[in-house]
């Protein structure tokens, strides 16, 4: 059931934002090109400028020059990298409002680009230019090495990633590694059987392929093909004790199923983490699937991303710990989890995942689950579950697809920025084709600006009353962040207001901007009013 309703959510926000951004799109003033120019626009979600990779497709009219084009910025008619990665024919589907939908021959290019300084939640427009060519060059430089201004990742014979931090000089060993171990708890708690196996995919073949490899991208697959056991087993002990996690005698079973997990190491030109996506078909029962990477920091203690904030956590459980003693210990995150030791720092950045341990052993490993599979048993009291083991899609069967990043930083997490990049994970930029059209809005512009990074946006919406509109951010720092809103208009009042929107305080303008303090720790939401426009 909650597949099935997240999947609505998930395609109803995207249907909305679809539409949303074609209001924009409309808007724009294209009227100057010619009517069979091909545009891409760079929308950035983000309240600050980006410059990244951006991966799109083009489709292009099937007249003309077929084989290469390049990127220009139409505001600044500066010319962009692209990387081709593969093209085929395409019938595009061209709608008309008054008429019936019309097939187009075309020809679909999946392309790379670089997007350059897209103004924080705005735009910008490029056009296709195809008396250019694509660029050429490798980010591969050495054997299962991958390569760019930040970072060189290497691929080992087991499969696990060696990752150089270039600024800090420090090296981060067997990242990426696999364990599968006995799944013998239930919805709300992980219990191991009494009788585990630990399944390591480093004691396994990895075979590793070179997918793609350009100026601007490249991706390697790594496979590895694990045999997992099928199923727990009581092993004539205690199902109701070991659900109660006060003892059990579970085992796993001898028979065994094959599980092939297949890694996809992507990295971009200019960018500072290294991105993973995981996917495998699970065909076991009763196993929990957790990927493992070693920090090997010092210290006792680990960041991870909260509602609103970012919690410390202890990492090893002293005397005055609640914790003391105990092993295993998992705990909540929203998109990531951080383990630093002040001078450098590794986090692991998720879209999705909400589990994690961060061993008490030396390597300090962060370990994120990706899949906790058992059977649905429910209890309203002690020693009285009830099995319910026709619900099988608690076992998690079938097909799994998990986005993670690797980033590393100096300091600790807020010095290297690990919040800013977890924003720029989770709200990738969104690039949408159009034609030439006319409008009110420029080829490049930026509707709201936050300084600094260090601010998170929450909230950007009309006011619930109907007067002005609301901004909400938070300081999820220890510190009092001065900063500022600035907009694409001219402001008429502003002020500070509850989360109920019940005005607290004025606040002062400046070259529309909304000047702000935020304290340590802090929710803050502004209402803001803007001038009528004239005409």
Same mark, same amino acid.
């Given at each position: ?194 009788? +585990?196996?630990?399944? +390591? ?335």
């Amino acid at each position: 059931d909650m597949m099935d309703r997240l999947r609505q959510v998930v395609n109803l926000s995207k249907g909305i934002l679809k539409q949303e951004l074609g209001r924009i799109q409309l808007r724009i003033d294209n009227g100057a090109h010619e009517r069979d120019a091909v545009l891409i626009t760079v929308f950035n979600p983000s309240p600050q400028p980006r410059s990244e990779v951006v991966s799109t497709v083009a489709d292009l009219p099937d007249t003309g020059p077929r084989g290469e084009f390049r990127l220009v910025d139409v505001e600044t008619g500066e010319a962009t990298i692209v990387q081709d990665a593969g093209r085929r024919p395409y019938w595009a589907v061209a709608k008309h409002p008054g008429d019936a939908a019309a097939m187009v021959k075309s020809r679909r290019f999946h392309i790379h680009f670089e997007a350059r300084n897209i103004p924080g939640l705005g735009y910008a427009v490029y056009k296709v230019d195809r008396g250019g060519m694509f660029d050429h060059g490798s980010l591969l430089t050495a054997a299962n090495t991958l390569e760019n201004e930040y970072l060189r990742a290497t691929v080992e014979n087991d499969g696990t990633i060696t990752l150089l931090h270039k600024a800090t000089g420090v090296m981060y060993r067997d990242l990426g590694y696999l364990l599968d171990n006995g799944e013998a708890g239930h919805a709300w708690m992980h219990h191991n059987p009494a009788h +585990d196996a630990m399944i +390591d995919s480093r004691g396994f073949p990895a075979s590793i392929a070179l997918e793609e490899d350009g100026p601007l991208l490249a991706r390697l697959r790594v496979d590895h093909v694990m045999t997992v056991p099928a199923r727990l087993e009581e092993n004539g002990g205690d199902a109701w004790q070991r659900l109660d996690g006060v003892g059990n005698n579970a085992r796993r079973s001898d028979e065994t199923r094959e599980m092939l997990v297949s890694v996809y190491i992507t990295l971009r030109r200019g960018a500072p983490g290294l991105e993973l996506r995981v996917c495998f078909c699970n065909s076991a029962e009763d196993h929990r699937l957790r990927m493992l990477f070693p920090t090997r920091r010092a210290g006792t203690l680990c960041h991870a991303e909260s509602a609103f904030d970012v919690v410390t956590r202890d990492t090893t459980f002293g005397p005055d710990s609640p914790w003391r003693g105990a092993r295993g210990l998992t705990f909540p995150m929203q998109r990531f989890v951080d383990v630093s030791d002040g001078a450098a720092g590794l986090a692991i950045i998720n879209d999705g995942l909400r589990e994690y341990e961060v061993t008490q052993d030396e390597d300090r490993a962060i370990a994120v689950t990706l899949m906790r599979a058992y059977q649905v048993s429910l209890t309203t009291v002690s020693h009285r579950w009830e099995e319910r083991p026709e619900m099988k899609l608690a076992q998690c069967p079938g097909d799994h697809e998990f986005r993670l990043m690797i980033y590393p930083h100096a300091g600790d997490y807020a010095a290297g920025g690990v919040l800013a990049a977890a924003e720029r994970f989770a709200a990738p930029m969104e690039p949408a084709q159009a034609g030439a059209h006319g409008g009110d809005l420029p080829p490049r512009h930026g509707f709201l600006h936050i300084e600094p990074d260090a601010l998170a946006l929450s909230a950007f919406k009309r006011a619930e009353d109907g007067d002005g509109y609301i901004v909400r951010l938070w300081n999820p720092t220890d510190m009092v962040v001065e900063g500022a809103v600035r907009f694409d208009r001219p402001i008429q009042s502003a002020e500070s207001v509850t989360l109920e929107e019940f005005s607290i305080a004025p606040l002062p303008i400046r070259d529309n901007g909304v000047a702000l303090q935020v304290g340590p720790r802090k929710i803050m939401t502004v209402r803001v009013r803007f001038e009528q426009r004239q005409g």
